[in-house]
Nanobody, 124 residues
């Protein structure tokens, strides 16, 4: 049974930073490409960023390039999302997802496991 648990969300002002964490209960964490998605009220879930199982490739949505950074610590079975220069439009529930041997695609349908999400709210 794979479990993903996100943490680190909260309420911040525009321009501030947050770091989200996703702890994975996967014995073979290094087999999984990890992704972050977000969903704002009344909007579809959208891709934010991904990092491949090897850690050798990352991908970012255009809306977060240069502001967000994904990283992984395989020793801790954890993936991080460092979010800088936050904007009100970044407000959403942020979800962590895992895809075994995945290529880091942007489609949520390719990810097999999902966390419960963590709320990020950015005030103007």
């Amino acid at each position: 049974q794979v479990q993903l648990v996100e943490s680190g969300g909260g309420l911040v002002q525009a321009g501030e930073s947050l770091r989200l964490s996703c702890a994975a209960s996967i014995s073979t964490f290094t087999y999984y490409t990890m992704g972050w998605f977000r969903q704002a009220p009344e909007k579809e879930r959208e891709f934010v960023t991904s990092i491949t199982w090897s850690g050798g490739s990352t991908r970012y949505a255009d809306s977060v390039k240069g502001r967000f950074t994904i990283s992984r610590d395989n020793a801790k079975n954890t993936v991080y999302l460092q979010m800088n220069s936050l904007k009100p439009e970044d407000t959403a529930v942020y979800y962590c997802a895992a895809d075994k041997w995945g290529a880091g695609t942007t489609s949520p349908r390719t990810y097999e496991y999902w966390g419960q999400g963590t709320q990020v709210t950015v005030s103007s």
